[in-house]
Structures are given as C-alpha cells and as structure tokens.
C-alpha cells in the first residue's frame, strides 16, 4: 500500500532561519513526489517534484528537497525562510493515477 | 493562476439538495482529479478522469457522481447533501496520465449545507 506522512502538524520558525518541513512514505516500486503550498482560501500550487536522478531537487520560491531513498523520506527546505512562506505545505505521492497527499504542515514564519 | 476554473467558488444549500460543481482544466490538459478537503479528513481523492473515461476511483460516496465531456471540462454531482458533505472541493488538471507529471489546481469550491 501507499501512503505519505508528514509527522509535524505545526512547524514554526524565525525569520531568516533554515526550515524543514518532514515528509516520509510508503510505496512499492519507485516513489515519484511531490510538494504543493496551499495559502489560506487557495488551492494547492506546485512547488517541486522529484521523479529520478538527482537527490537534491529546486524548486519554486527558494524551495528545495531532498529524496533520501533508505529513509524512505523527502523533505521540503529553504535555507531563509521569509514570512511570507508561511502557510500548509503538502507532501504527496504519485500511484496508480491518483495523489495521495500526507495531511499537511502548518509553516509558521514569525519576524 | 494555475489555470484551473473552478465554479462557483462557494455555494450554500440545504440538506437533501442536490448540486453540480464545474471545472474546467488548463488548456490541453487532458486528465483531471477531483479532491474533497475537510479540516478532520484532510485531502481526499475522489475520482480521476483521463480524455472522457473514468481511470481512478476513490473514496467517492455513491450519492457522488462525475462525468468528463468531449470538450474536457468536468463535472462533479453531489446529491442528497448531508451536513458532512460541507467542505472545499478541488479540481485539478495535467496533461497526460504519467508518473512525473504534476497537477494544476483550481481554486476550489467551498460547499456548505445547512
């Protein structure tokens, strides 16, 4: 079976610090991944995706994340988180022609 | 903009009502999702359609129903709406059916039934 897990439902951090919004899953077969923001009222807007090749995947926005296949993880990054990156942030994972989404993490981004 | 329609963006009816929620997918798009989000079940899969056919079904209650037309728009038919149906109800479009393609979300049409 497939799933995603985003443990934290709540992450918050200063202004100008590093970030990291947690990701882990479960599939058989190769893992393709996704990351979608959703601000408050919108609809989820892609941020990265990691299909194959290398670990290290940018995005949008200064995003990236990093697919560690052994961990069965990947997580989203910003090196300077900036306020206006605060919102939920969605892992998902592609199979048999549907998204299963982990249940979001709240970025909190205080000045 | 993803360029995902969505209509309409909020809509308020009773119980035992029954309504049609319209999206229209990117331009060329030709598979389209079909989420519910709730705050205590979070994001939902509902049902998937690629170029007209049904290709992916979840947990989609049988009093929900979806079709995809010729010009590739969709509709989603929700009817006997229980207080539970309320919630915000995602459309979202990619171009072909493909493991590393991502999804274009529209903007989501907040259902609430009194």
């Known amino acids: 079976a497939q799933s995603v897990a985003q443990p934290e439902d709540q992450v918050n951090v200063a202004e100008g610090n590093p970030l990291t919004v947690k990701c882990t899953y479960s599939?058989?077969?190769?893992?393709?991944l996704f990351w979608y923001v959703q601000y408050p009222n919108r609809g989820l807007q892609f941020l990265l995706k990691y299909i194959t090749g290398d670990n290290l995947v940018k995005g949008s926005y200064g995003f990236e994340a990093e697919f560690n296949k052994s961990q069965t993880s990947f997580h989203l990054k910003k090196p300077s988180a900036l306020v206006s990156d605060s919102a939920l942030y969605f892992c998902a994972l592609y199979n048999f022609n549907k998204f299963y989404f982990g249940s979001g993490t709240k970025l909190n981004v205080k000045p | 903009d993803s360029g995902v329609t969505q209509t309409p963006k909020h809509l308020i009816t009773a119980t035992g009502q029954r309504v049609t929620l319209r999206c229209s997918p990117r331009?060329?798009?030709?598979?389209v999702y079909w989420y519910q989000q709730s705050l205590d079940q979070g994001l939902q899969f509902l049902i998937q359609y690629y170029n007209g056919e049904e290709r992916a079904k979840g947990n989609i209650l049988e009093r929900f129903s979806a079709q995809q037309f010729p010009d590739l728009h969709s509709e989603l038919n929700l009817s006997s709406l229980e207080l539970g149906d309320s919630a915000l109800y995602f459309c979202?479009?990619?171009?072909?059916?493909?493991?590393?393609?991502?999804?274009?979300f529209g903007q989501g049409t907040r259902l609430t039934v009194v």
């Open positions: 979202a479009s990619s171009a072909v059916i493909g493991q590393g393609r991502e999804a274009f």
């Open positions: 331009s060329g798009d030709l598979s």
């Open positions: 599939v058989s077969g190769n893992p393709y």
